[in-house]
């Protein structure tokens, strides 16, 4: 306390040398008790990195289809290894499909006929679920896709071309979505009861352009230079069309 009653001064306290290193010695040890409590475990990786993708194989097994003819008799996926020719005239299909559930991926590639008297692919029965998509059917003597007694099927971005027949024949319950029928000796696309033609195109076929049975449904697809331009069985309906020059 000062001399003069009225203030009070507080005096800092003095750590000595010997507190100063027990003080020390404690936080030395209380960093190493919170290492051992909190430790990451080591920084060296167990390893080298591993894939944790599958590839397209592995998600959907694909079988390739390197010549024709060439007959499907298992469900699965197929695809064009290259583009296909069976030998002149031969009286085979390209590729016979005799499974249900059977996807066929042409690869961007050609399916040519060269005078062959039968069609490109056949679907020759009721086989369900089947999808073809991605490519050209041309050159042969009956029909590029024959799938007429196929049901709920499905034909994505195929062009048909100077078949003896239609290019494209669905059966029943189908979809067509952007595929083309041009220079065919029938019809461009064809479909039966139920169907839907969406987005395609025919072009110089020898009779009509686009053609679908009772209760189907043809939207923005185009007609042109066909002798007929689009069909359509009772209770249909077609929106968004463009016929001329038929």
Known sequence: CSANPGVVHLRR?????????LVGLWLALFEVSSAGCFGQGSLTPPGPPQPNMKTLSQVEPRTPISSVPFAITNSGSYYLATNLTLTSGSFEDGITVLANNVTIDLEGF?????????????????????????GTVRGWGYRGVDAAEAVNCQFLQLCASDNGDSGIATGSGATAVQCMGVSNGYAGVIGSAGCVLQA????????????ANA???ISDCVSVNNIGGIIIGSGGTIRGCSARFN
């Open 200 to 211: 395609c195109t025919a072009i110089y076929n020898a009779n009509v352009g686009l053609s």
């Open 13 to 21: 306290p003095v750590l000595r040398f010997h507190q100063a290193i």
């Open 215 to 217: 209760g189907s449904t």
């Open 110 to 134: 050609v399916l040519s006929g060269e005078g062959s008297t039968d069609s490109g692919i056949a679907v020759p029965n009721a086989q369900t679920n089947i999808v073809i998509r991605n």
